[in-house]
């Protein structure tokens, strides 16, 4: 057992005196917030699960349901825009318990001055991306604030699905023995909005992988048996196998040979000394299957559009329990932790 | 049939070049930014109805889904803050279709620096009125954002609600010969966040009536039969009258002396030259109700705690169709209209 975790343990949120981009970061200080402060006001056990999405019952249904807030900047980047990035990080949120997405709720805070032309092409994108993945905007809300008072636009998107009788996909549900696949390569999102924020010019230009993966989920229940599904966003993949090693009280460990970083990314992220294992992602998806349905589960995602770089990175096992490992490429092994604080603030 | 209104028809959303503060204010430009921008992108026939809600069917079940954005400065106010606010407005837009109101989503947009002990009254605040209102928070999301690129904090809800067999409330569903009744004095929660932002300093400090009117819903939908309900927010009473005449396809009619506005933002909205038919409540609902029934719903509103103010204001009218007049105090009439822009931003 690594003994530093206790040593970088953040201090409690009560003890910080202001809000820090940190406590956005989907890492060590999010999670704190989440732990000390709206977990003991909001208490329930769905949110006590710390899914991505709540899985709650509603008459005779289950409906899994979830909500995100966009402030990525700039609201334009290659390869998509701050509107189908939350259409599809919403679709994507409810997809990962399995849920089937039906309807998505639309919030606009603008700021006064934004040019209407900027928000009709982020409406757009959003009507597109939802017809795309099979959803409807179906209630929504705008509000305008003084200039400066905002930073042109932020979305918030909530959705509802319904989760199939019997699918049952948490993060707590791993189990050791589990395959883990995940559906392509890491960081492609993160280093998108980062190069052109930063208005780097790197060999080509680096796309995000926003992209719903609703679809893909159902081949893969069609293909067999599925414990976990989470689409590894903010924080990135690392941030995501760490959370899924707590929540399930297993072992995580996977290997850095068989992660896919494209060579752009690799490329800039090697410039400004990011690792591409805690970079955002927009389109991929991390599942934990038993041994038994990897094969099937595999040939099911290399055979859809979203997952057709689809591998097996490593496995669950049954000890350092609550934690991540990653076997090097030069053969050693290094523990992944939950970022303290922002890597890549507003990259969603 | 008043002619004017044809004059008074705003330039078309595609001929603004940039979002002004009034497409936030509920009135006219914010339903020419939903006609023109959302309605066409998002193209559905849930959304085309423009009720409050989105009511649904996954599955088995007829749900209520909402969301809005809270933008209100300040974030604390006599009688609220933007937690309770924010939860009491989406517990009671699912309330306005008869739905009971089960779960809710929260969504933080925080402004660096923000003191993390504003956040925490925040979010009790929001858990205490979730516990009143008999709804759970269940899932949420966090987002950071540089100093200046937010005012302190955004709060974006939405809610879930089961809507019990039978029952068919929209704004759409007027009849003339419905009774026009309201829950109890208008105006008050505009004003006192007016009040308080503006240091004025009336006898007194006006209180917001921010409140959940989910348990009033329930009491009246046993007393008899319901056609519209609505909670009269941003635009105030005169604002929802308009939709509803709209919505239904009829004319409606009320009287200014059954209107009650308490002495103090009567004074207020004097000195400030605010019509109180155009100020947000937040803790009032209005209701159209049978000529049978109009009696049974009044006695049940006046047993209840949040409607024990509660009259009959008018009625719905085959005339004048989609347009809602007021008999003055001086026995003239006045026809009411939306807003065409802020009269009160940042109201909500």
């Known amino acids: 057992m690594p003994t530093e975790f206790a040593l970088s343990c953040p201090l409690p949120i009560t003890e910080r005196k202001n809000i820090i981009m940190g406590h956005g970061s989907g890492g060590k200080l999010t999670a704190q917030l989440v732990r000390d402060l709206f977990l003991p006001a909001f208490d329930n056990a769905i949110l006590r699960k710390l899914d991505d999405q709540a899985v709650v019952t509603a008459g005779s249904e289950r409906l899994a349901f979830t909500t995100d807030s966009y402030v990525v900047t700039p609201i334009f980047f290659p390869g998509g825009d701050i509107g189908d990035l939350a259409v599809n990080g919403t679709v994507n949120d409810l997809a990962m318990s399995g849920a089937k997405p039906l309807f998505l709720s639309a919030a606009f805070i603008m700021e006064e001055g934004l040019p209407v032309e900027e928000l009709a092409r982020v409406v757009e994108s959003m009507g597109k991306a939802a017809r795309r993945a099979g959803v409807s905007i179906v209630t929504g809300d705008t509000k305008v604030v003084n200039k400066g008072s905002a930073d042109r636009l932020?979305?918030?998107?909530?959705?509802?699905?319904?989760?199939?009788?019997?699918?049952?996909?948490?993060?707590?549900?791993?189990?050791?023995?589990?395959?883990?696949?995940?559906?392509?390569?890491?960081?492609?999102?993160?280093?998108?909005?980062?190069?052109?924020?930063?208005?780097?010019?790197?060999?080509?230009?680096?796309?995000?992988?926003?992209?719903?993966?609703?679809?893909?989920?159902?081949?893969?229940?069609?293909?067999?048996?599925?414990?976990?599904?989470?689409?590894?966003?903010?924080?990135?993949?690392?941030?995501?196998?760490?959370?899924?090693?707590?929540?399930?009280?297993?072992?995580?460990?996977?290997?850095?040979?068989?992660?896919?970083?494209r060579d752009d990314v690799r490329g800039a992220c090697e410039i400004l000394g990011l690792d591409p294992l805690w970079v955002a992602n927009e389109g991929k998806l991390v599942a934990f299957v038993p041994a038994a349905s990897a094969a099937p589960v595999l040939a099911a995602m290399r055979g859809h559009e979203h997952g057709r770089d689809a591998r097996i990175i490593g496995q669950v096992v049954d000890r350092h329990t609550g934690f991540a490992l990653l076997k090097t490429e030069i053969g050693g092994t290094r523990v992944l932790d939950l970022p303290f604080t922002e890597q890549l603030p507003r990259i969603c």
Chains 1, 2 share one sequence.
């Open 154 to 261: 932020f979305v918030t998107t909530a959705g509802i699905g319904l989760v199939p009788a019997g699918v049952n996909i948490s993060a707590s549900n791993a189990q050791p023995g589990d395959r883990i696949l995940i559906s392509g390569s890491i960081g492609d999102h993160g280093m998108a909005v980062l190069s052109k924020r930063e208005g780097l010019e790197f060999e080509g230009t680096i796309q995000s992988d926003t992209a719903a993966l609703n679809d893909l989920v159902r081949v893969m229940l069609e293909a067999g048996d599925v414990h976990v599904l989470r689409d590894p966003t903010r924080g990135g993949l690392a941030t995501s196998l760490c959370e899924i090693a707590t929540s399930s009280g297993t072992g995580v460990e996977i290997d850095a040979q068989t992660l896919l970083v």
